[in-house]
């Protein structure tokens, strides 16, 4: 067998190669390079260490890597870094204000919402856009009054297993993510 030929790749072929973004993580404008083709979740965990957010499936089917993009949550293996120049990504790791937990994460601790952890953070920013998005007055399949006005009442166990159906938990400890969802709603609407 011969040599293997390898192309030469010098600095200036590489960076053909990249694409300049800017993007505001975690409240910090980053100026980053990267492929056109990485994603967002790819881009947060590899370039910069934010692994809070998980790799489940890559597909879109877990739920593992939900962030916030202006607010919305986002399946961020299927959105491409690139296309969110100028956008406000929150992850995980942007929640907590000092060491002062976020109280989703908060209600999660308190109500023994995880087992393995894998899957903790994509349900934290899952259920606190769903509640921001029912808040809003968006419905879900099972809202029962769509013409009640905006964050007029606590969502139903029902209500809650519908909107946070995009995420998965292997480990099975949707009991006590859906009481952590209640606890952090009723501290909200008593806050």
């Known amino acids: 067998m011969g040599d293997v030929a390898v192309p030469n790749q010098t600095s200036s072929s ?12 975690n409240g910090e404008l980053r100026t980053l390079e990267a492929d056109p083709r990485t994603t ?35 399946l961020a293996c299927l959105s491409l870094a690139i296309a969110h120049q100028h956008d406000e990504i929150t992850t ?3 929640l907590a204000d ?33 509640l921001e ?8 399949h099972v809202t029962p009054d769509v013409a009640e006005p905006p964050g007029a009442r606590e969502l139903s ?10 995420n998965i938990c292997r480990c099975g400890a949707y009991p006590n993510i859906i009481d952590a969802i209640r606890h952090a709603q009723s501290v ?3 806050g």
Not at 133 to 140: H, L, Q, R, T
């Open 14 to 25: 590489l960076r053909q190669d990249t694409a300049r973004m800017q993007l505001r993580i």
């Open 40 to 74: 967002l979740l790819d881009l947060l965990r590899e370039q910069l260490g934010l692994t809070g957010s998980k790799k489940g499936c890559d597909q879109g089917q877990c739920g593992a890597c939900t962030v916030h993009v202006n607010g919305r949550r986002t």
């Open 92 to 94: 995980v790791e942007g």
């Open 98 to 130: 000092g060491d002062e937990l976020h109280p989703m994460q908060a209600a999660f601790l308190e109500c023994d919402a995880f087992q393995c952890g894998y899957c903790t953070p994509g349900q934290i920013m899952s259920a606190i856009a769903m």
């Open 133 to 140: 998005e029912a808040a809003a007055g968006i419905p879900s």
């Open 157 to 166: 166990s029902e209500e809650i297993r519908e909107r946070m159906s995009g």
């Open 188 to 190: 909200k609407r008593a």
